[in-house]
T-cell receptor
Framework: DAEITQSPRHKITETGRQVTLACHQTWNHNNMFWYRQDLGHGLRLIHYSYGVQDTNKGEVSDGYSVSRSNTEDLPLTLESAASSQTSVYFC???????????????FGPGTRLTVL | EDKVVQSPLSLVVHEGDTVTLNCSYEVTNFRSLLWYKQEKKAPTFLFMLTSSGIEKKSGRLSSILDKKELFSILNITATQTGDSAIYLCAGTNYGGSQGNLIFGKGTKLSVKP
């Protein structure tokens, strides 16, 4: 069955370290998204990609970067982790058709990141 | 700035009750409104609404969109403890960020036995 996976599921790191969260989908979806979820803020978009070599900044992109070298993967990198980046991170994907981008996104299981 | 507002933020009911969750939106070039259910982990898709007045139904859950008044409701009848979750509403728009979801903060529903 097609799916979207994230790794690691839990991560504890220290302030200043570089951290990369992995997202892998087997739906062959063109569109991939990264969100963070915090109490009181809901889900906020960090970065997104509409295809290979395409990346775009979302609402809360400062301190994060992504790269898209293939259809299946969109890794999220925290260049220098800060305590404010302690959060739950969700990856999602959606399909593009000839008619355009579809709106239904399918979410991965999430990564809980703690920055000490 | 585009925004989606959900109310109430939290709700406690007893099994068998009927609940209505609200979602209002201000989204430029509005395209669709989506509802998700989030239990302990990833949000799972419930409904996507694009047209006013057409009810979408799945079992005890139903939803409708009013594009004139810019809101949607999610109804759950005969609630069960398994309905306890955070319900998320999101809008999308046409344009450069087509397909991106603009989320509300969610409604936390607790169903007591």
């Amino acid at each position: 069955d097609a799916e979207i996976t994230q790794s690691p599921r839990h991560k504890i790191t220290e302030t200043g370290r570089q951290v990369t969260l992995a997202c892998h989908q087997t739906w062959n979806h063109n569109n991939m998204f990264w969100y963070r979820q915090d109490l009181g803020h809901g889900l906020r978009l960090i970065h997104y990609s509409y295809g290979v070599q395409d990346t775009n900044k979302g609402e809360v992109s400062d301190g994060y970067s992504v790269s898209r070298s293939n259809t299946e993967d969109l890794p999220l990198t925290l260049e220098s982790a800060a305590s404010s980046q302690t959060s739950v991170y969700f990856c999602a994907s959606s399909e593009s058709t000839l008619a355009g981008t579809t709106d239904t996104q399918y979410f991965g299981p999430g990564t809980r990141l703690t920055v000490l | 700035e585009d925004k989606v507002v959900q109310s109430p933020l939290s709700l406690v009911v007893h099994e068998g009750d009927t609940v209505t969750l609200n979602c209002s939106y201000e989204v430029t070039n509005f395209r669709s409104l989506l509802w998700y259910k989030q239990e302990k982990k990833a949000p799972t898709f419930l409904f996507m609404l694009t047209s006013s007045g057409i009810e979408k139904k799945s079992g005890r859950l139903s939803s409708i969109l009013d594009k004139k008044e810019l809101f949607s409701i999610l109804n759950i009848t005969a609630t069960q403890t398994g309905d306890s979750a955070i319900y998320l509403c999101a809008g999308t728009n046409y344009g450069g960020s087509q397909g991106n979801l603009i989320f509300g903060k969610g409604t936390k529903l607790s169903v007591k036995p």
